[in-house]
């Protein structure tokens, strides 16, 4: 390995973890780093004083413009839209904080902000960097960054409320609903759901799966408590096995058919550790990452 390359080789991990943010697709978030790559190993890096912050940029843009090509087919997606889910190391990020900054829940809120808000939140917020640092990043004047940055910390704070997490309690629960789940225990499932739970459930039109939010805990409940009676995506509740995981920075559920990957599930909680909401991932095309078994560090430093 040549020096370009190891000096790449110890920032990509880093690089992933920007790109993933920013795309909320694993696949995606590859494929940009392989691109940055490619542009670093064509580069005359004799000048570059910073190649940490260099290639930052490089795979920020990159994540940029893939972002901006994907807002027409994400608006025109079937049901609703929700991240890549990804294998993650238990207590892999650095803090809560960072752990949080990969949640289902706000990479979801993250997808409303326009391809420059994002970008700017997840440098400047997530990833430390000053507003000055960023907008070279983003190739944007200072102002225009600042702009940006404000507009997204208002948008997601309005979206998305801060609690003090309990990462122990949020387990426990998390082990509570996969026993009342596979159980069939309805009464479970409803002492452990806020009485307005949402359920968010992507299929993709490619496998069946509710096209609006499923919301009320009795609803709900009802919902996971047939799992393992009926027949889902074909396959026999006697073929269907599910487990526990660490899923984008928290714990999660993974359901398993004998050859695949049929579903992802991550929860929301509120200060009290109920389940606020869940998000159901069933698209099969975004169910690849967890399939490879790959687990990410998506630590911010």
Do not use: C
Not at 13 to 20: C, G, K
Not at 199 to 218: F, Y
Not at 245 to 251: E, K, L, P, Y
Not at 271 to 292: M, S
């Amino acid at each position: 390995m040549d020096a370009g390359q190891q000096v790449f080789h110890e920032h990509r991990r880093l690089l992933f973890s920007v790109a993933y943010r920013l795309l909320g697709s694993a696949a995606d978030a590859e494929d940009a780093v392989q691109d940055a790559w490619l542009k670093w190993s064509a580069a005359d890096r004799s000048h570059v004083a910073d190649p940490k912050a260099y290639l930052t940029r490089i795979v920020s843009n990159l994540a940029l413009e893939r972002l901006r090509s994907a807002q027409h087919t994400r608006e025109s997606y079937i049901g609703p839209w929700l991240p890549e889910p990804v294998l993650t190391a238990p207590d892999a990020a650095e803090t809560v904080t960072a752990a949080e900054t990969v949640s289902m829940a706000l990479l979801v809120v993250l997808e409303t902000l326009s391809p420059l808000e994002r970008a700017v939140f997840v440098l400047n917020e997530v990833f430390g960097y000053s507003h000055a640092e960023t907008a070279r990043m983003v190739e944007r004047a200072e102002p225009a960054v600042r702009q940006a940055a404000h507009r997204a910390r208002a948008h997601v704070r309005a979206r998305r409320p801060r609690f003090t997490a309990d990462r122990s309690r949020q387990r426990q629960v998390t082990e509570r609903f996969f026993a009342a789940a596979t159980g069939g225990d309805v009464s479970a499932l409803m002492e452990l759901l806020s009485p307005d739970v949402t359920l968010w459930t992507d299929g993709g039109g490619k496998v069946r799966q509710a096209l609006r939010p499923v919301v009320g805990a009795a609803t709900v409940a009802s919902w996971f408590a047939a799992i393992g009676t009926v027949t889902y995506q074909g396959v026999d509740p006697a073929d269907m096995r599910a487990e526990l995981a660490q899923i984008n920075g928290g714990s999660g559920i993974v359901f398993r058919a004998p050859a695949r990957v049929i579903a992802t599930v991550t929860f929301d909680f509120d200060a009290g550790g109920r389940i606020t909401a869940i998000h159901n991932v069933a698209n099969p095309d975004k169910l690849q990452a967890v399939t490879d078994g790959t687990t990410h560090d998506l630590g911010t430093q």
